[in-house]
């Protein structure tokens, strides 16, 4: 019995013996033809997202890439990714393996693992790292961030493509946000939301994820039929975002700086903030170069939000590539927020009290190139619009002052000729010669005129004068019945006409004003009323200078009437009045009119006008 | 407040170099404050705590000041990994100041508006100290001079000899009288001796002045009157005067006049 026993043990041992050398032998077999044969097959691990995955073999007890030849690289991904479920292939890693390699290929995909594969001796073989599967693939396009855009997936053959924001909310958005690590959804933007429309396809509608998804696909969605435009594409803002914005200024290129994280916006500590970072930042935002960073009066306070501060090397360019610390309270003791004036803000930011600080307020704009910390000027260069606006407005009051001054000489030369007619109500038409004759000899007799190019300026002045005086036109007009009004054209035309003979030499009217502006002064009314008396014909003598065959005397004329007018009515109604006949000399003439009635807000007819024209036209020479 | 350690309070002037600082240790009952003199016009170099090697996790290096109203006021950030620092002041500190590679704040031009306390702040791992330091900015006089010297000097007769001018000093100097090397003690009778100071409002600094009326005695012809200012930073003296002493004659001298 023990005999047997024995044997039997023994001959266990032996087949065990022989069983091992059987197996140390195929050992020492794979050892020898380790080239050819490799001890482990090709594992595929899936990364976190569900649809990457690494291929990884193990070699000298390392995990390592696997070599695949070039053909059966592009294959095998394509395949592991279909059975994963995952669509195709998005993109992979490889590097190129050394010449020589034993490379794998045609193998079959059995559960997560390479098998029976070939082994090969290739050039140009492909070590593959990551796989990343098409429906893996997302990005949130047009977003200031990578962390916020309109979401947009992938396939092959039509690439990125949207998706359509029906039932869209948060859960589907936190999918999107989890995928490119952006922590989770803040917000969901649908149609007309911050982020512009995509175009191409649009691949999925009507999402309904629990938001554990490890991408869009995996979610219950409408694929292939919607009914979205790609007005309605969605987008999301998530958590952690990376944004910056200036607020408190006058506009988005000034303020402080504030800096976006999980939904709130906390502050930065001036004391890490420098050149370096104001320049980033402006640049960031589009704003220009950095015109102001450091020395705010008064400064400016923290939120209750995180203090952040940041290491910034010159070498960065953009805010995010420093390494960012948040709520250092003892690095952020007593500091104040950092705040930052970009040269593209357009504004005034603060009022300085320092009177060394650098005062945006009360300096002139200086050119932006010469902006430092030190320096003080209104950040904005003096744009072509600007300086385009300055020189329109500069003419406009060279012609206002031009067409009131011949206002005033021709008003106070039908004042003269006003107080005439009423002095002599019945006085037939053909005695106006006389009349102005008359007129001028006593204009001649009360002002000093010496030359007779200056008469007719006289009664202009004599007209002025009783135009400042409010009550005098008051008179004025209460003298005057609407009876006389034809009357009163007639005259006021021959004055015109003779007053436009006179000056049709432009050279002379020249003469005219200046004689003009000298004795103005000499009268009692002041500079400013004078100004009323310019102002008022600044509209209508741009107008009227610039229509064609235009009598440019015609014009100040009528601007005297409302001028005159002025002082006793409100500038505004004036102004309105001016519109109402600013269409051409016709309604100056009107106008003029209206200054020997009560009411000056007549409309005017135009036939009035016409009439005064054509009398014009036919009778050009009328002497004094 | 606190005490002020004897060495500080009256430094002997005569030789002292011009160009170092004085260090004082003032004691006081809650902190030690440094105190740092610098000159009038030069570059001011304020240490930052005294100098220490800077620790191995520095963040950053901030100077500060306490400004007129009584607030604090930034002066320059230094942050370690940066070369430059950031000068955040906003006035007359904003083109003088820098800092050096030991930390030491450098202000240049300096005057007596720099006489204040700035503070070294230094914040480096979870620590953040800070080092204050009281500045003082001292000038010596000009050279003194004596002006409005008497024509002459009358015998037994008290007249005003001169009047010793020792201009834009901060503290102000101590001008004494000497005739001869000797230094001449008013006694109200013989000698008066009448000082004044005057600031200048616009820089601060001071302006002694000291009139001498002095008795002249016969043998006082042929003294030598100098007078000096006496000053912290160096004692100056002026060029040495002699005065005509008239003697008043009892009886004719010998031989005529």
Known sequence: MNLVKLILILQTLQSCQAYKDDSSQTGKRASQSDLDKNQTEPYITQQSNACSWSPRILRAEKWTSVTFTAEYRDQVANQ????????????????????????????????????NCSHVVRINCSMVSDVVCEHQAVRLAEGEHRCAGRVELWREGQQWGTVCDDEWDLRDADVVCAQLGCGYALSVTKQGGAFPQGKDSIYLDELNCTGKEGNLWQCPASREKHDCGHKEDAGVVCSELKAVRLTGGVDRCSGKVEIHRNGSWGTVCDVCWGMDEAAMVCSML??????????????????????????????????????????????????????????????????????????????????????????????????????????????????????????????????????????????????????????????????????????????????????????????????????????????????????????????????????????????????????????????????????????????????????????????????????????????????????????????????????????????????? | MGLRSGLCADQSSS??????????????????????????????????????????????????????????????????????????????????????????????????VDQRTFTCMVVYGSNLDEHPVDVLVHKKPLPPQIKDKAKELENSKLTSLGVCMAADANPAAVIMWFKNGKLLVADGKTIIITPSVKMDPSTGLSTTTSGLQYTAVKSDVGAKFTCTAKHNLETLVSAPETFIIHCEWTTPPPGGL
């Open chain 1, 80 to 115: 592991i990714c279909m059975e994963l479920g995952c669509g195709g292939v998005y993109s992979l890693s490889e590097t190129s393996a050394p010449p020589d390699s034993t490379c794998l290929t045609n193998c079959t995909y059995h559960e997560y693992r390479l098998q």
């Open chain 1, 286 to 624: 589009g704003c220009g170069e950095p015109f102001r960073y450091v020395a705010f009066n008064p400064p400016f306070t923290h939120n209750d939000g995180t203090l952040w501060y940041y290491k910034c090397k010159s070498s960065h360019t953009n805010l995010w590539q420093c390494e960012e610390f948040a709520n250092k309270t003892l690095w952020c003791t007593d500091s104040k927020a950092a705040a930052l004036i970009c040269s593209g803000s357009h504004g005034r930011y603060i009022p300085v009290t320092t009177e060394a600080a650098t005062t945006v307020l009360s300096r002139t704009p200086g050119p932006v190139t010469t902006a430092s910390v030190s320096n003080d000027g209104f950040p904005f260069s003096m744009s072509l619009e600007l300086l385009g606006c300055i020189s329109l407005s500069f003419l406009l009051l060279m012609a206002l002052v031009t067409n009131a001054l011949l206002c005033c000489h021709y008003r106070r030369r039908d004042a003269v000729l006003v107080q005439q007619r009423h002095a002599k109500l019945q006085t037939p038409t053909e005695h106006h010669d006389k009349d102005y004759r008359d007129s001028v000899n006593l204009i001649k007799v009360t002002t000093s005129s010496p030359t007779e190019n200056d008469v007719p300026s006289n009664p202009r002045y004599q007209w002025t004068q009783s135009s400042v005086d409010s009550t005098s036109v008051d008179t004025d007009y209460e003298q005057w019945d609407l009876s006389t009004e034809t009357a009163v054209h007639m005259t006021t035309f021959q004055n015109s006409i003779r007053y436009k003979q006179d000056t049709r030499n432009p050279f002379m009217r020249a003469t005219a004003l200046d004689s003009l502006s000298e004795e103005v002064d000499s009268f009692d009314s002041s500079s400013t009323s004078s100004e009323e008396c310019y102002e008022n014909t600044g509209k209508d003598v741009e107008n009227l200078v610039t229509s064609e065959g235009m009598d440019p005397w015609q014009p100040p004329v009528t601007h005297n009437a409302n001028n005159h007018l002025m002082p006793s009515r409100n500038p505004d109604q004036t102004h309105s009045h001016d519109q109402g006949v600013s269409d051409g000399k016709s309604g100056d003439y009107e106008e003029e009119g209206h200054l020997y009635s009560p009411d000056p807000n007549q409309s005017s007819s135009e036939g009035d006008y016409d009439d005064i024209a054509n009398y014009l036209d036919s009778n050009p020479e009328q002497g004094y």
């Open chain 2, 15 to 112: 030789s002292t170099p011009i160009s170092t600082n004085h260090f004082c240790m003032d004691l006081t009952l809650f902190r030690s404050t440094v105190t740092v003199i610098g000159l009038y016009g030069e570059t001011i170099e304020v240490p930052c705590n005294n100098g220490t090697a800077k620790p191995d996790d520095l963040i950053f290096t901030k100077w500060k000041y306490v400004m007129d109203d009584g607030t604090n006021g930034d002066l320059l950030v230094k942050q370690a990994h940066k070369e430059e620092a950031q000068i955040k002041a906003m006035d007359g500190y904003k083109d003088r100041v820098s800092i050096a590679a030991n930390s030491s704040l450098m202000i240049q031009r300096g005057s007596l």
